[in-house]
């Protein structure tokens, strides 16, 4: 096999229980469900050979049957979605379906575009990548200090350094208002994609501190030293974390 040929699943973890949005997965946006948007936009992806949501929940599991859709019925126990996305290769494995990558896309971006699929699973072209993950450029000068916006700084060859919800890399000597002008700053894009290898060693990892202290779960591959190579994005996504978000939605094609 070349660095060109590896056969890629997209799996999208669906939770019904979020203490924030509960039932977020089959909230109607202009008719069709969440989780069926996030499942036609990752269907149209040509770089996949396969897409599968992962639910612990019934009312999810029997939703996706009803549209046609690929559903696996998972642990309720998982600790994170990377878990559930280990489970879903393991259990395929199982039957005889093997993949080289899978990619764990967010089910709460109904607007997730194929091309950004594509450009993860490119990512493992490099056979030294083990973990993929995407990047945008930060065009507001007010995000760079927002927590909820998670940066990444990244070496001259893409891989991460860190993540943090801090501003980084800090820019001395200069006022926050003009960091932006004096150094590019990154926002992290949570789709991920994992060689099924790799996937299911970082599965088996415990927490580590700077995970917990940052509440990032990407810095526990980094602690244990996985590289986690990035790829810049221009494209912004829109994601869902409650009910109120469902303003974001104004203006965009449904």
């Not at 490099?126 to 940066?151: P, R």
């Not at 891989?159 to 932006?180: C, E, G, H, M, Q």
Request: charged share 25%.
């Amino acid at each position: 096999m070349d660095s060109s040929e590896h056969k890629a699943i997209g799996i999208i973890p669906a939770r019904y229980d979020s203490s924030r949005f509960p039932g977020k997965p089959l909230v109607i946006i202009n008719g069709v469900s969440m989780i069926e948007r996030v499942y036609r936009q990752a269907s149209l992806c040509v770089k996949l050979s396969s897409v599968v949501v992962a639910t612990d929940d019934s009312r999810i599991f029997d939703h996706v049957k009803s549209f046609g859709g690929r559903v696996l019925l998972t642990s309720a126990t998982h600790r994170s979605g990377t878990d559930r996305i280990a489970e879903v290769v393991r259990k395929l494995e199982e039957k005889g379906e093997w993949y080289d990558v899978a990619v764990n896309i967010q089910g709460d971006e109904p607007f997730i575009q194929p091309s950004q699929i594509e450009k993860v699973v490119d990512i493992f072209q490099n056979l030294n990548a083990e973990i993929g993950t995407l990047v945008k450029l930060i065009e507001k000068s007010e995000d760079i200090f927002d927590q909820n916006i998670v940066k990444v700084v990244i070496d001259a060859h893409g891989k991460a350094l860190y993540f943090s919800r801090s501003p980084i890399p800090f820019v001395r000597n200069t006022i926050s208002d003009n960091w932006l002008n004096e150094n590019n700053f990154y926002k992290h894009i949570g789709i991920y994609g994992y060689r099924t290898d790799t996937l299911k060693e970082i599965a088996a990892l415990e927490p580590a501190p700077i995970e917990t202290a940052e509440s990032l779960e990407q810095l526990r591959w980094l602690y244990n030293g996985y590289v986690v190579f990035t790829r810049i994005t221009d494209i912004e996504t829109i994601g869902i974390d409650t009910p109120d978000d469902l303003s974001k939605l104004i203006n965009i094609p449904c």
